[in-house]
């Protein structure tokens, strides 16, 4: 049985556990009852984390559980109100989504008050002055825009960045938090994306 197999059947298997038509699933998330269907026969390589979240929490099963990412059914199940699962993003290729199965390295359990869609470890220490050091890990609320001077993760020709973001006349400053690097001056039409904006810090001590 591959990956995406086994989640197909431990997502049927949930539901029929919890006496769910997959008319009821499908009415209770907002999906339709052919995309419910298809995600029980396996097909679920596009499958996005929220829409998982939702399941999992429908089925009160632990969702790393239902992404076949553990074999503990209950074990820091992270449907309760109090926690949320966030994807710790690795690699990301240009033109992939971000939480595309392929950058996901782990997923961290944080206060469900945090408003994180995904996180990212730092690399370096041109945040410094910000207490963000290298190896930290940074959550991300994701949105496409930021207003001048919230710390956001821009990426840039497919690699993701942490840093100030303003925008300007004449294009975008990403300005770092260590007077040892420059500023990174951004053409207007340079091929730049907004990831989301910086909402907590979880600092790593090395």
């Known amino acids: 049985m591959n990956e995406f197999s086994k989640i197909g059947v431990r997502l049927k298997t949930s539901r029929e556990q919890n006496d769910l038509t997959i008319k009821d699933v499908a009415t209770r998330i907002g999906l339709s009852t052919s995309t419910i269907s298809r995600y029980e ?22 969702v790393l559980w239902l992404l076949g990412k553990s074999e ?14 966030v994807p710790l993003v690795g690699t990301i290729a240009a033109g992939t989504p971000i939480l595309a199965e392929e950058n996901i390295e782990r997923y961290f359990n944080i206060d469900s008050s945090i408003k994180a869609d995904f996180c990212l470890r730092i690399k370096g220490d041109s ?43 004449t294009g975008i400053v990403l300005q770092p938090a260590n007077e040892k690097y420059a500023p990174i001056i951004v053409d207007e039409n340079s091929n730049l994306i907004i990831a989301g904006k910086l909402s907590a810090i979880l600092n790593i001590k090395n």
């Not at 503990?72 to 699962?85: A, F, M, P, Y």
């Not at 207490?131 to 496409?144: A, E, L, R, T, W």
């Open 72 to 85: 503990d059914k209950h074990e820091r199940t992270i449907n309760k109100q109090s926690t949320i699962s």
């Open 127 to 169: 945040m410094i002055n910000e207490g963000i050091h290298n190896n930290d890990i940074v959550f991300i609320h994701q949105q496409p825009i930021l207003e001048n001077g919230e710390i956001g993760a821009i990426i840039i020709d497919g690699e993701a960045t942490l840093k100030r973001f303003y925008k300007t006349d």
């Open 41 to 62: 026969n396996g097909i679920v390589e596009n499958v996005s984390l929220p829409t998982m979240q939702m399941l999992a929490g429908l089925y009160k099963v632990n």
